[in-house]
Each structure stands twice: as structure tokens, then as C-alpha cells.
């Protein structure tokens, strides 16, 4: 069949039914986005290549569909590099579409010239350039499947003289794979441990959103051991959080609920998780990653097996099949020892844990210092970062899917929000990068239309995304909420300077003269302010409202005090000693 390779390269992409783009237009992939419009793929023309590959992230976790990233070559693709790599720890099937510098100029240090290929090595699962114009649609659909076979990003690399070639092809066949199930051995051997356990607990992890009816096999195989969940980190949508059995999430201000029952675990399930370590560091000064039980972790990727955690058994599978395979496993009397003990001492825990969270309404200083004491002493009437989250809760649809940034205030929010079913919560993951929170939430409406979302962003972060704001109130765009935390610095930098240096705030501060709603409003958008708690849970309510019913969006700064949790890193952090000694008159004027 004879067509032009970009032609080829769409029809490719319309096998695959990938129809939503991210990026911003250049000349060297304008032969395929002339062709977008009437292939029925839409391309979202965003104010920078970073915060399209987060929407594209947040597009393909919400809706469970792939979708691309793609812009000029060189600086533009340069910029994808947070973005790709955020969405390879967030196990997110991407397509990144690399257009590269004429095959005829590479290596003469031409125009936007860039060795894209090592740039993202390490970024993604797969990636092949095209090295003959006839094998286009050949590479795409392998990178495709790849990129869906390893949940994670996977690039083609396609120089740009390769477009507008007339070839003769025929197009590729898709090849999908039935997913692992686990080995019989290892499902048996699992099977006996949990059925003998006095005190099973299960860990839900990103595999078991990932899996079709994780979620359900995962709720099945709890209730017939009456064993807790916990989720991971920044998984809080592993496990329905109105469960009785739902411990909430480990990790950084997760749930203390979680951590005391998981201490007590003899068997630990890691269903569908890397058992990353954010996950199981100590929290609230527990130490409560179980040092005798034994560990049965399950994951798609064998490489990820036993790399973090010593592990009893590991099980290559599906997050679904897996759990399915172990129910069908267990003996008669599995779970039956210590059963009705183990639920009453689930629901006290969690009982205690949710009264004294909902009475937390401010931050603990450590011993020695005194920073939360004088930024609550500093604004008296505002709110703190817990007061804003209660504030918030009051507010959130149970149906809503809503996205964080990374940074103290939103890791602050951590244990609050629950959910009844996955791709709900969208957040930065491992990578960490700050400006997620409102590309993801807007990627994440651009897939679910009939669903509220809301973002959640500290202000030091969102001033690297803020400006999407120029971009997004166009008419095609769907309207979305966003809440920035505004308290003029950054503050997970700013509590390790009050722990290990001293109050020594190098690049902490930020401009006080700067309003994010005064942005938002001069963009065309909403933007509101919110002061105390009455005024954000009325403000959020309003948004949504808007949101939904009026397709408006609205930024919502919600004012609150200065008061900083506890640092991401206790682990990694040591008060500095000085030896030499440092000082001024050392500077030598440079010669020039």
C-alpha cells in the first residue's frame, strides 16, 4: 500500500487509537500535526513542553489511555526531560515522539541540534530510532506495545527528512500479551504463608490501580483474611477508603493508623508495589517497617523484586491475577486465627488515629527550635496548612480526582484524602518534581470530562507552572479548579534550614507582591483569594460548581501561615561541621 511516511505514522497511531497530543508546535513535526485535525487526534498546544508531558501524564493516569508528547526538535524536546522521567516512576504508558535534526546536518552542529537519544536514556522503558523512512510505522507500533507492555514511557526518535517520503508498506500488526499470573510454585508457597499468618497485612501499590480489578481482587482477598490495607505513598486510590479494613498510606505524613498495624504484621502482602522507599521510612518517629515478618512482594517488573526490602517470596504478575491466584489458594482456614481480635484492633487504631487527626491543627517543632512557634505567632488569624486541608475535605466531591505538587504543604495533605475507586489521585511520585500539580489535573480533565478535579500546589511550585495559566482558558480547553498555598516561601527547603542550618534561609523566600488570583484574573480566568477556613471551603464549593455547571476555571490562593511539617528527608540530612571556616575576605575579584 502506498502512502507518505507521515501518513503512515498517524494511520499507526490511529491503530493504537492514540488521539490526544501534548506539546508545542514546531516546524520539524508539522508534516504529522497538519494531519492531527482529520485523523481525529487532537493536539494540545501548551506554554511549555514541560508542563505538556505532566498533562500527558495526568491524562493517561486518569483514563488508563496513552497518549503523546511531542514538540520541535532540540530545546523543545529538551524540556520533556522532567516530564518523562516523573512519568517513568509514575508507571505511566506514554508516547514520546522525538523529532530529530535532518539525518544529512547531524553531527555538523546544525540548528537545534541535540543527541536526543541519550538524553532519555534513563527516562524511559524503550526506545529505537527510525532508520529507514519505510520502517516508520514498523518502529511506532513496536515502541507502542513496548511502552505498554513496561507501563512507562517509551520514545521513537524519527529524523525529520524522513517525513513526506512516499513508501510502499503494509501496517504492522498489534501483538498484545497476556500479563504474568505468577509461577504455581511461588503462589503456593505465598498461599501457605498467608493462610498460617496470626497478623496478615496487605500493601496496595500503583500496580494494583495499574491492573483491571486490582482494586476488587485486592478487597476480596482482605476480607477473607480480615487483614489491613495500607497503600503506598501517594497511592491513597490503591483501596477504597471507606473500608473497614483501609489503613491509609504509609510513608511521609501518611496514616499512623497504617503504620502501627503494619508493625505488627508476621506476613506482609506487597501487592503490585516496588516497595519503593518513601514508602516505608519511619513516620511520626515510628519505626514501623516489620523486621521479622515475612515478605511476599508482588510486581510486573522481576528487576524490582527484593531491590529495597528482603523479601520471603517474590511473585512476577498481575497485580489481579495474582491475587486472585493466592484467594483460590489459601486453606480453609485461612485468616481464622486472631480474627476477631485483629478487626477490633483495626478499628480501634484507626478510630484513634482519625480523632487525633482531625484535632491536628498545627506543626511540632523539633527540640531546639522554635519556627512553627513564631510563624503561628507572626499571623495569629490565619490558617494553618492542616486547618486549610480540613477546610478542603468539607468541600471535595467523593467522586473528584484531584492531583498534588510536591512540596511541605501538599505533603502535609498526605493522610486526608481517600478515595472510592483508582485514578483518582494524581501526584508527583518518586521523581519529585515541583510544577505538576496543575498540568496533571488539567490532563486529567482532558480525559475525564464528567468528573470535578482539582489541583493542589504550594506557591513555590506553582510559580513553575504558573505559566500554563496563559494557556488553558482558551475556549477548546476544559474548565478545571486549582488551590495554590500561599505562604511566600519554600517550605520543605526552609524546615531543613531550620533543623540543620540554623535558620539560615538561603532561597527560601518568595515575592510577597506576587498574586497568583491576579495572574489567573488578568488571564481571562477566576481567581479568588480565601483567608480562613469558611471562606476556602466556600470558595472551593463555588469552583466546582463553576467547574462543572459553567465551564469556568478558578485559581483559589488560600492564605495560610508559615508552619512547616516535617522534612521529606530526615534520613539524608546531617547538621553541617565546620573545619577550614568560610568567610568573605577569601573572594578574589575576577579577571576579565
Same mark, same amino acid.
Given at each position: 500500500m502506498k502512502m507518505t511516511t507521515e501518513e503512515a505514522f498517524v494511520k499507526t497511531l490511529q491503530m493504537h487509537g492514540i488521539d490526544n497530543a501534548f506539546g508545542i508546535i514546531g516546524s520539524a513535526m508539522m508534516p504529522i500535526s497538519d494531519i492531527f485535525p482529520d485523523a481525529g487526534i487532537t493536539f494540545w498546544d501548551c506554554a511549555h513542553e514541560g508542563s505538556a508531558g505532566m498533562m500527558a501524564d495526568g491524562f493517561t493516569r486518569a483514563t488508563g489511555k496513552m497518549s503523546m508528547m511531542i514538540a520541535q526538535n532540540g530545546p523543545g524536546i529538551t524540556n520533556f526531560v522532567t516530564a518523562?522521567?516523573?512519568?517513568?516512576?509514575?508507571?505511566?504508558?506514554?508516547?514520546?515522539?522525538?523529532?530529530?535534526?535532518?539525518?544529512?546536518?547531524?553531527?555538523?552542529?546544525?540548528?537545534?541540534?541535540?543527541?536526543?537519544?541519550?538524553?532519555?536514556?534513563?527516562?524511559?522503558?524503550?526506545?529505537?530510532?527510525?532508520?529507514?523512512?519505510s520502517r516508520i510505522a514498523e518502529t511506532l507500533n513496536r515502541v507502542i506495545m513496548q511502552a505498554k507492555r513496561a507501563s512507562a514511557p517509551a520514545q521513537i526518535n524519527v529524523p525529520r527528512d524522513f517525513w513526506t517520503q512516499v513508501i510502499d508498506i503494509e501496517l504492522p500488526e498489534i501483538v498484545?500479551?497476556?500479563?504474568?499470573?505468577? *509461577?504455581? =510454585?511461588? $503462589? &503456593? @508457597? +505465598?498461599?501457605?504463608? /498467608?493462610?498460617?499468618?496470626?497478623?496478615?497485612?496487605?500493601?496496595?501499590?500503583?500496580?494494583?490501580?495499574?491492573?483491571?480489578?486490582?482494586?476488587?481482587?485486592?478487597?476480596?482477598?482482605?476480607?477473607?483474611?480480615?487483614?489491613?490495607?495500607?497503600?503506598?505513598?501517594?497511592?491513597?486510590?490503591?483501596?477504597?477508603?471507606?473500608?473497614?479494613?483501609?489503613?491509609?498510606?504509609?510513608?511521609?505524613?501518611?496514616?499512623?493508623? *497504617?503504620? =502501627?498495624? $503494619? &508493625? @505488627? +504484621?508476621?506476613?506482609? /502482602?506487597?501487592?503490585?508495589?516496588?516497595?519503593?522507599?518513601?514508602?516505608?521510612?519511619?513516620?511520626?518517629?515510628?519505626?514501623?517497617?516489620?523486621?521479622?515478618?515475612?515478605?511476599?512482594?508482588?510486581?510486573?517488573?522481576?528487576?524490582?523484586?527484593?531491590?529495597?526490602?528482603?523479601?520471603?517470596?517474590?511473585?512476577?504478575?498481575?497485580a489481579t491475577k495474582v491475587a486472585n491466584a493466592l484467594l483460590?489458594?489459601?486453606?480453609?482456614?485461612?485468616?481464622?486465627?486472631?480474627?476477631?481480635?485483629?478487626?477490633?484492633?483495626?478499628?480501634?487504631?484507626?478510630?484513634?488515629?482519625?480523632?487525633?487527626?482531625?484535632?491536628?491543627?498545627?506543626?511540632?517543632?523539633?527540640?531546639?527550635?522554635?519556627?512553627?512557634?513564631?510563624?503561628?505567632?507572626?499571623?495569629?488569624?490565619?490558617?494553618?496548612?492542616?486547618?486549610?486541608?480540613?477546610?478542603?475535605?468539607?468541600?471535595?466531591?467523593?467522586?473528584?480526582?484531584?492531583?498534588?505538587?510536591?512540596?511541605?504543604?501538599?505533603?502535609?495533605?498526605?493522610?486526608?484524602?481517600?478515595?472510592?475507586?483508582?485514578?483518582?489521585?494524581?501526584?508527583?511520585?518518586?521523581?519529585?518534581?515541583?510544577?505538576?500539580?496543575?498540568?496533571?489535573?488539567?490532563?486529567?480533565?482532558?480525559?475525564?470530562?464528567?468528573?470535578?478535579?482539582?489541583?493542589?500546589?504550594?506557591?513555590?511550585?506553582?510559580?513553575?507552572?504558573?505559566?500554563?495559566?496563559?494557556?488553558?482558558?482558551?475556549?477548546?480547553?476544559?474548565?478545571?479548579?486549582q488551590v495554590v498555598f500561599r505562604n511566600y516561601q519554600w517550605g520543605a527547603e526552609k524546615r531543613n534550614s531550620t533543623l540543620w542550618f540554623d535558620d539560615n534561609f538561603v532561597g527560601t523566600e518568595l515575592d510577597e507582591d506576587v498574586s497568583y488570583a491576579g495572574i489567573a484574573q488578568s488571564c481571562g480566568l477566576q481567581g479568588v483569594i480565601a483567608r480562613n477556613m469558611d471562606e476556602l471551603t466556600a470558595a472551593l464549593n463555588k469552583a466546582i460548581d463553576d467547574q462543572m455547571n459553567h465551564g469556568k476555571t478558578t485559581l483559589i490562593e488560600a492564605m495560610i501561615n508559615q508552619e512547616l511539617g516535617e522534612p521529606f528527608r530526615r534520613d539524608a540530612m546531617k547538621k553541617p561541621v565546620s573545619v577550614a571556616g568560610i568567610s568573605k575576605d577569601d573572594m578574589r575579584p575576577q579577571t576579565v
Amino acid at each position: 500500500m502506498k502512502m507518505t511516511t507521515e501518513e503512515a505514522f498517524v494511520k499507526t497511531l490511529q491503530m493504537h487509537g492514540i488521539d490526544n497530543a501534548f506539546g508545542i508546535i514546531g516546524s520539524a513535526m508539522m508534516p504529522i500535526s497538519d494531519i492531527f485535525p482529520d485523523a481525529g487526534i487532537t493536539f494540545w498546544d501548551c506554554a511549555h513542553e514541560g508542563s505538556a508531558g505532566m498533562m500527558a501524564d495526568g491524562f493517561t493516569r486518569a483514563t488508563g489511555k496513552m497518549s503523546m508528547m511531542i514538540a520541535q526538535n532540540g530545546p523543545g524536546i529538551t524540556n520533556f526531560v522532567t516530564a518523562v522521567k516523573t512519568a517513568y516512576w509514575n508507571h505511566t504508558p506514554c508516547l514520546l515522539v522525538t523529532p530529530q535534526a535532518a539525518n544529512k546536518t547531524i553531527g555538523q552542529g546544525g540548528f537545534q541540534e541535540m543527541e536526543q537519544m541519550n538524553l532519555f536514556a534513563d527516562c524511559v522503558a524503550y526506545q529505537e530510532e527510525v532508520r529507514d523512512p519505510s520502517r516508520i510505522a514498523e518502529t511506532l507500533n513496536r515502541v507502542i506495545m513496548q511502552a505498554k507492555r513496561a507501563s512507562a514511557p517509551a520514545q521513537i526518535n524519527v529524523p525529520r527528512d524522513f517525513w513526506t517520503q512516499v513508501i510502499d508498506i503494509e501496517l504492522p500488526e498489534i501483538v498484545a500479551f497476556e500479563r504474568p499470573s505468577g *509461577g504455581e =510454585e511461588a $503462589i &503456593a @508457597k +505465598a498461599a501457605a504463608l /498467608l493462610s498460617d499468618a496470626k497478623f496478615p497485612v496487605i500493601l496496595n501499590g500503583a500496580g494494583v490501580v495499574l491492573a483491571k480489578g486490582g482494586i476488587e481482587a485486592s478487597k476480596l482477598l482482605a476480607e477473607r483474611l480480615s487483614a489491613p490495607v495500607c497503600v503506598g505513598y501517594q497511592h491513597n486510590d490503591a483501596f477504597p477508603g471507606g473500608h473497614p479494613l483501609f489503613a491509609g498510606p504509609l510513608g511521609y505524613n501518611g496514616s499512623k493508623a *497504617g503504620m =502501627e498495624l $503494619i &508493625a @505488627k +504484621a508476621d506476613v506482609v /502482602l506487597a501487592l503490585g508495589t516496588r516497595l519503593n522507599p518513601f514508602s516505608t521510612l519511619p513516620g511520626y518517629g515510628i519505626d514501623y517497617w516489620p523486621k521479622d515478618a515475612k515478605i511476599i512482594q508482588v510486581d510486573i517488573n522481576p528487576d524490582r523484586i527484593g531491590l529495597t526490602k528482603k523479601v520471603s517470596v517474590g511473585i512476577v504478575g498481575d497485580a489481579t491475577k495474582v491475587a486472585n491466584a493466592l484467594l483460590a489458594s489459601l486453606s480453609g482456614t485461612a485468616g481464622d486465627e486472631g480474627r476477631e481480635d485483629r478487626k477490633a484492633t483495626i478499628g480501634e487504631t484507626k478510630s484513634k488515629w482519625a480523632q487525633q487527626l482531625s484535632g491536628m491543627d498545627h506543626e511540632d517543632d523539633d527540640p531546639g527550635t522554635s519556627w512553627n512557634e513564631r510563624a503561628r505567632a507572626d499571623k495569629p488569624d490565619w490558617m494553618s496548612p492542616r486547618m486549610a486541608w480540613r477546610a478542603i475535605q468539607s468541600a471535595l466531591p467523593a467522586n473528584a480526582i484531584i492531583s498534588s505538587d510536591i512540596g511541605n504543604n501538599c505533603a502535609i495533605g498526605n493522610a486526608y484524602p481517600s478515595f472510592d475507586e483508582g485514578r483518582k489521585y494524581l501526584a508527583p511520585g518518586l521523581f519529585g518534581p515541583c510544577g505538576y500539580g496543575l498540568p496533571a489535573i488539567v490532563g486529567a480533565k482532558i480525559g475525564c470530562r464528567d468528573v470535578p478535579v482539582v489541583g493542589f500546589a504550594g506557591d513555590g511550585a506553582f510559580g513553575i507552572s504558573v505559566n500554563e495559566l496563559t494557556a488553558i482558558g482558551r475556549g477548546e480547553w476544559p474548565a478545571v479548579t486549582q488551590v495554590v498555598f500561599r505562604n511566600y516561601q519554600w517550605g520543605a527547603e526552609k524546615r531543613n534550614s531550620t533543623l540543620w542550618f540554623d535558620d539560615n534561609f538561603v532561597g527560601t523566600e518568595l515575592d510577597e507582591d506576587v498574586s497568583y488570583a491576579g495572574i489567573a484574573q488578568s488571564c481571562g480566568l477566576q481567581g479568588v483569594i480565601a483567608r480562613n477556613m469558611d471562606e476556602l471551603t466556600a470558595a472551593l464549593n463555588k469552583a466546582i460548581d463553576d467547574q462543572m455547571n459553567h465551564g469556568k476555571t478558578t485559581l483559589i490562593e488560600a492564605m495560610i501561615n508559615q508552619e512547616l511539617g516535617e522534612p521529606f528527608r530526615r534520613d539524608a540530612m546531617k547538621k553541617p561541621v565546620s573545619v577550614a571556616g568560610i568567610s568573605k575576605d577569601d573572594m578574589r575579584p575576577q579577571t576579565v
